[in-house]
């Protein structure tokens, strides 16, 4: 553990210290201004998405709306150093109490936890807050919400093909009721080269 602690870069060591958990290399350490602490959680997710330009345009709708809930639950000059894995759960409540279903509020978490890892890696934070936010939250956390789940019959999807606007309504609707893709990304995501057209 000492060599570990010996081989940290001052900022990190500069935190140790203030917990009390490691003594000051020296008194030019102790003066340093931490940099950690100085990165707010508006300027930190605006960085974010600015670099992740890998991310699809049909995901990117959905890393928004974990976006807008961060920001709207949290003050946007809230710095990254401050997050507890006591606020990553209070966050995954707050979605509860706005109505939001189970599967959605998984993924939300999935993605802010995603976002978060971002950060450590960065090394903006040495911990990532939602990384152990499951179990305290597993009663509102759960993929399996059998009470979503509906068997449609077949003549429900003919009425409902009769009122579609136009054949791109109609082929997503068959996609998704008789191909089993997940509307809408799945089906947004196909390219003529995706069909077998030999069979």
């Known amino acids: 553990v000492s060599r570990w602690v010996a081989g940290l870069d001052d900022r990190m060591h500069a935190k140790l210290v203030r917990t009390g958990l490691?003594?000051?290399r020296g008194p030019e350490v102790q003066d340093k201004p931490d940099i950690l602490e100085s990165v707010g959680l508006k300027q930190f997710l605006t960085d974010y998405f600015d670099r992740?330009?890998?991310?699809?345009k049909?995901?990117?709708t959905v890393y928004g709306h974990v976006r807008r809930n961060l920001l709207a639950?949290?003050?946007?000059?809230?710095?990254?150093s401050d997050f507890t894995t006591g606020h990553a759960v209070d966050f995954g409540r707050v979605l509860k109490q706005a109505g939001l279903a189970s599967t959605t509020i998984d993924r939300r978490i999935s993605l802010a936890r995603t976002i978060f890892e971002d950060a450590v890696r960065h090394q903006l934070?040495?911990?990532?807050?939602?990384?152990?936010v499951r179990k305290p939250l597993k009663s509102i956390m759960s993929r399996n919400n059998k009470?979503?789940?509906?068997?449609?019959e077949k003549t429900t999807i003919d009425r409902v093909m009769d009122?579609?606007?136009?054949?791109e309504w109609r082929l997503l609707i068959v996609l998704a009721r008789y191909g089993g893709?997940?509307?809408?990304?799945?089906?947004l995501s196909l390219r003529w080269c995706d069909v077998d057209w030999q069979r």
């Open 22 to 24: 490691t003594e000051a």
């Open 52 to 56: 992740r330009t890998d991310i699809k």
């Open 58 to 60: 049909s995901s990117l």
């Open 73 to 80: 639950f949290f003050k946007s000059d809230k710095t990254l």
């Open 125 to 132: 934070i040495s911990v990532n807050p939602f990384s152990d």
């Open 147 to 152: 009470s979503r789940q509906r068997f449609i």
């Open 163 to 167: 009122f579609a606007a136009d054949a």
């Open 181 to 187: 893709l997940r509307v809408p990304s799945e089906p």
